[in-house]
């Protein structure tokens, strides 16, 4: 290749719009020079990996930089496979950047770091880039691909290359199969009755490769293999040649528990768990599993061929948090339930709260931190390793070494508490935290050199949080209570003795929603916390916000304390917990308040939606429209204001309030039933495989019962023998659609679990039967007939002469408001994995005596809500609110827009839309013609509006993406090309901001 033919790296990058007014571009070598701690130490950790540079994507809100992508300047270099190939294996080992960019001469290899390692037979990695940019002959349209643009504005990701990046594939969620798979095999063959011991043990062996493999530049690690082993067999001093026989290794494991060690915590066996390893446990299974030799063990699905598992998996980079998530899947039983108390949280959830609570840019001298349900000490670990940056920064970033233990110890053992009911999640905390003290000194230091201190008893409190909390072994000066307590509906005794105590003391205390045991530990935590400390906890969304029943909690708790933000993952249900053990995947906020009177000051609600970027794990999505600031009076007194916000804000909450006042359907129900000889009630339930079911069955077929068996039989039949029922026609439940009843069955069955004996009335003519499970239309069928039905249809009968009042309920459901105005108050829709309102959402719908009249800004927001956020809500990144625009989402937009406006200026008008790829740029006149010139391309008017803000600070409007400038006679709105945010209930919501922006300048 010619001189000529040959770019220089900063030429390649320009090439991409990464050049130096790029705001995302910063160069490893040039990292002493940066302000912002998070870069420097982003750019630090960069250098670890050998990039040049750097690509970040930046936030218009509080939240630190992220790197995007790693970029290495290769091209004064020949082309080597096996160096590019190492990079992306320890970048995918990794987890800390998405994608790598690999510059040699005129070309751009593009790695995927989600993307699992391939290699040959000769073991040695060969992976091949995923994408190639020829930056001397590839057109416009390859370069705008991976364009700086797009990784500012985070609109990459919606993109088909940002789709190929899947978190199932990154190291983390690979090696967690192969243990697990691993680990299922190992107990297959030593028997389930061993299943505890050998999760222990495994357990065990990876925290020892934890600190073979975390070794610094100079291949210094905290445990040196060779001089460790020797001691047990001079022979063959590695860890599988500890494991040619038990009692050997039992030595090794002594060892690692002394004092002067791990004080006896995470590597001790019990006396019987001993006898049992020495004479049930086949420790060549063992063995194979430390040399990583996994033909034995892989599955065709999950195999890594021949490779040792351990070449391919290597702990020196893959992060500490992997502990957690491991002990969760090990101590998940064998039907894949998690063990009572045990709670994962994903890592990169937790670094979003440590960033919250605990910014780097603002160090703290002296900052305790509780972690009252810590698990395995995910959180603490977070905790502990921000304190070591702030050391660090308040120490012009010097890397701390041997002098430095005592000091980082000190942090330790004054800052971070925990408490948790397992005793072995106390322990891996404890070994966890020690390994990141070890972790951050450099060079590194042999674990017996440091003398770890023993933290159980003292900092680390095994058992009951509500028994420490009630015997006073909680002190109560904490700056900052975080965790992810427990998500159950059910009080242990100790907690149960601490509501108690709370309702004698305060009366007016509600009962605790749903008797969910997280609001407790949220309510006690403020306890624990010094005047002006802060809460952060992961809560169960439905009892903390939407449920029935939870408002008089939460109001409670904010007329005491300060609630500053929620942020409301409500929306990422299905993919925040992917990967987790537990079949549970529960939607969940994070309640940040602070020890402090209220004061009237707001709230904000931050509602993250599902996109790709938050479903793969890549960043949590956040637009300006989701970001909702609800006053502290709306807060308390307005139970459904967050239902408002989650279906799109704005005016919703007028609609709201003019709904809230009138009567509901289930009251005008109510009174029908006590008065009125209504009744009303549920389907019945057959369920013959049930124990009832099954044994009356058993007891029908017998020729010769015994007289027990007659009487147990009697007393059966009159629970589940339902005459009203046998012989009759029956709707089965899918066959009852929005369309009607397409078909009706005979039901020839006889015994059944709930047959519903005390409201078969409603089987009886005439009744009305409606399904519960909403689609666009709410399922309802009149019947003159007798007809019984299963459960998730309800009926209501009515006597003869009130026939036209039942017809009326059906007249209102078949409303078309109907159904959004259920998702708008329904806080079933919000939490489950259904994601459809059911019986109570329909029976909270308004029914007043005189009918609702809707204007037509009220019936825009209520069609948005049941064409597109209810679909958003259940589909997330494949909902249509994600693709782009065409141009009847413009013009409805504009129109609007301007109507509205009008209102007032009377002389609005919609310019002609200049429409590109990721953003579109609408400009409004006021008047006939506009003062400024209209550009005609994007590029040209991204240009002019750059030029209009520059006299303000903040990023680019890519960064921004949701811009409105205002210039002489012309309003522009510049944002993403998505339908999303050009809907209907857009346009309203950004007319009113408009009105209230032209206030504040006079206009």
Known sequence: MSAKEKLTFNDALSKLGMDNESIGLRFVSKRKEEKNPDLFLALEQADEFGATAVYFRFYEDNRPPRPQIYLYDKSGLERNNDSDADIHHQLWNAGVVPFCFIFRASQVLVFN??????????????????????????????LDLYSARKFDSGLFWESEQGKK???????????????????????????????????????????????????????????????????????????????????????????????????????????????????????????????????????????????SLWKLYQFNYLPIELISHIYEDFLADENGQKKKGVVYTPPYLVQL????????????????????????????????????????????????????????????????????????????????????????LSPKEIWGNVHFDNLVGANLLKGDFFKSLSEGKLKNDFQLVIGN??????????????????RENSPERPIIPDNQIALLFLEQSFKLLINGGNCCLILPSGPTLYNVGSHDFRRFLMERYHVKRIFDFSPLRAKLFIGSSSAAKPPVVAFFAEKSEPENRPCFHYIFRRTKVSGEKIDFEIDRYDIHKVSHISAINNASVWQANFMGGGR????????????????????????????????????????????????????????????????????????????????????????????????????FLRPRVEIKEVFQPPHLLIKESVGTVIPCNYSNEYLTFKDKIFGIHAPEDQVDELKNIKKFLHQDMCVPLMWLISGQAMTTREAVPLKNDILSLPYPKE?????????????????????????????????????????????????????VYNAFKPLSPIIGKEFVAYPFVLGDRPETDIPASIEEIEVKLENLMESRQGYNIWVRRIVRVYHKNVIF???????????????????????????????
């Open 973 to 1003: 709105i510049y944002k993403p090309n998505q339908k999303r945010y050009w809907l209907r209930s857009i346009a309203i919501r950004d007319a009113d901001e408009t009105f209230l922006d032209l206030y504040k300048q006079g206009k």
């Open 652 to 751: 919703l909450h007028h609609l709201l309030d003019k709904i809230g006042k009138e009567r509901t359907l289930g009251e005008y129900l109510d009174e029908k039933e006590k008065n009125h000889g209504w009744k009303m009630g549920e389907g019945w339930i057959e369920s013959p495989n049930s124990e009832g079911v099954r044994r009356i069955r058993e007891l029908s077929l017998k020729v010769n019962r015994t007289a027990d068996e007659e009487s147990e039989f009697i007393l059966l039949e009159r629970k589940h023998k339902a005459d009203w029922i046998t012989g009759f026609n029956y709707v089965e439940t899918s066959s009852f659609t929005e369309d009607g009843i397409k078909s009706v069955k005979t039901c020839k069955s006889k015994y």
């Open 113 to 142: 770091c989600s993307k699992k390692p391939s290699s040959n037979d000769s073991n040695n990695f060969n992976t091949s880039h995923h994408d190639l940019i020829n930056l001397l002959s590839d057109a416009q349209q390859k």
């Open 353 to 440: 709260l440590i960033d919250q609570c605990m910014p780097l840019d603002d160090p703290k001298e002296h900052f305790t931190i509780l972690d009252p349900a810590c698990g395995s000490g995910i959180f603490l670990v977070g905790a502990y390793k921000r304190m070591i940056q702030w050391w660090r920064l308040k120490n012009n970033w010097e890397k701390p070494g041997k002098e430095n233990v005592e000091e980082l110890k000190q942090l330790l053992q004054n800052n971070i508490y925990g408490c948790d009911i397992e005793n072995e999640a106390v322990t891996l905390t404890y070994f966890s935290l020690s390994l990141a003290l070890l972790d951050s």
């Open 485 to 502: 307590p427990p998500f159950e509906s059910k009080l242990t005794y100790w907690a149960d003795k601490v509501d108690k105590n709370e």
């Open 165 to 307: 990046f899947n978190y199932q594939d990154s190291a983390y969620q690979q090696l967690l199969k192969q243990l697990s798979n691993v680990k299922s095999i190992i107990i297959s063959r030593v028997g389930k009755e061993h299943a505890s011991l050998v999760k222990r043990l495994l357990m065990m062996l990876i925290l020892i490769k934890y600190l073979e493999e975390r070794v610094d530049d100079e291949g210094k690690g905290a445990l040196n293999p060779a001089e460790f082993y020797r001691t047990f067999n001079p022979e063959n001093p590695t860890l599988e040649g500890v494991l040619d026989n038990p009692d050997t290794f039992l030595a090794v494991l002594n060892e690692l528990s002394k004092k002067e060690n791990f004080n006896g915590q995470i590597f001790q066996l019990s006396d019987t768990e001993q006898q049992t390893l020495k004479k049930r446990i086949d420790l060549t299974l063992l063995q194979y599993f430390v040399m990583g030799d996994m033909e034995i063990f892989s599955k065709k699905s999950q195999s890594v061929g021949q490779m």
């Open 851 to 903: 009918e609702i009249e809707f204007d037509a800004i009220e019936k825009i927001l209520l069609s948005d809500i049941s064409v597109y956020y209810s679909e958003f809500r259940k589909l997330g990144e494949k909902s249509v609110v994600l693709n782009r625009l065409d141009e009847y989402d413009l013009e409805t937009y504009g129109v609007l827009f301007c109507s509205i406006l009008n209102s």
